[in-house]
């Protein structure tokens, strides 16, 4: 079965990077578009990345454009996103989500989690 | 704040339907037919319930159903049951390569 297990989540102050690993198995991974999302504290998700299935494509939301990078290693079943210059706004849970395909534009499997609080 | 609007909370009893609200704009829930629902207990992962505004992945029970008018989508749960309550978030493809989503909507079986 599909299992997407986040990591690399902690504590970083204002301005610092850090960088999330989502391990992908139970699928072919290197045929399916991934996404990050986040859920940040008392709020609802927040569609953060999208990378193509063999990262020709990638896409940003607004609030992270420029500071974060997504990125994936296929013959390693990974997911990666780069997160530089963080704020406080960008203190949440961050799941790992892989894209149903087919046109759906919907997210079929999901992670745990993987929290990041930015705090000084 | 979030791009699509759904109420904080709902509930109904055992056996009862409770619907679930989630409004955009013509620019993404009314643009395309491509809303999706998710069903998520704290800590968990979320779950897809519902694609493509009606569709039910496989092992979704028939009790869970999505409609759209206009700008507004609807998750409808039937035949409440204990295990259903939990938080239920709305999503739409936005265009230019985006996703939105809703805040969030607490179903509470009474």
């Known amino acids: 079965q599909v299992q997407l297990v986040e990591s690399g989540g902690g504590v970083v102050q204002p301005g610092g990077s850090l960088r999330l690993s989502c391990a992908a198995s139970?699928?072919?991974?290197?045929?399916?578009?991934m996404h990050w999302v986040r859920q940040t504290p008392g709020k609802g998700l927040e569609w953060v990345a999208f990378?193509?299935?063999?990262?020709?494509?990638?896409y940003y939301a607004e609030s992270v454009k420029g500071r974060f990078t997504i990125s994936r290693g296929n013959s390693k079943n990974t997911l990666f996103l780069q997160m530089s210059s963080l704020r406080v706004e960008d203190t949440a849970v961050y799941y790992c989500?892989?894209?149903?395909?087919?046109?759906?534009?919907?997210?079929?499997?999901w992670g745990q989690g993987a929290l990041v609080t930015v705090s000084s | 704040q979030s791009v699509l609007t759904q109420p904080p909370s709902a509930s109904g009893s055992p056996g009862q339907s409770v619907t679930i609200s989630c409004t955009g704009s013509?620019?993404?829930?009314?643009?395309?037919?491509?809303v999706s629902w998710y069903q998520h207990y704290p800590g968990k992962a979320p779950t897809l319930m519902i694609y493509?505004?009606?569709r039910r992945p496989s092992g979704v029970p028939d009790r869970f159903s999505g409609s759209k008018s206009g700008n507004t989508a609807s998750l409808t749960v039937s035949g409440l049951q204990a295990e259903d309550e939990a938080e239920y978030y709305c999503?739409?493809?936005?265009?230019?390569?985006?996703?939105?989503f809703g805040g969030g909507t607490k179903v509470t079986v009474l």
């Open positions: 999503s739409s493809y936005g265009g230019s390569n985006n996703w939105v």
């Open positions: 989500a892989k894209d149903m395909g087919s046109g759906s534009f919907s997210f079929d499997s």
């Open positions: 493509e505004v009606t």
């Open positions: 990378i193509a299935y063999d990262g020709s494509n990638k």
């Open positions: 013509s620019s993404d829930v009314g643009a395309y037919n491509y």
């Open positions: 139970g699928f072919t991974f290197s045929i399916y578009n």
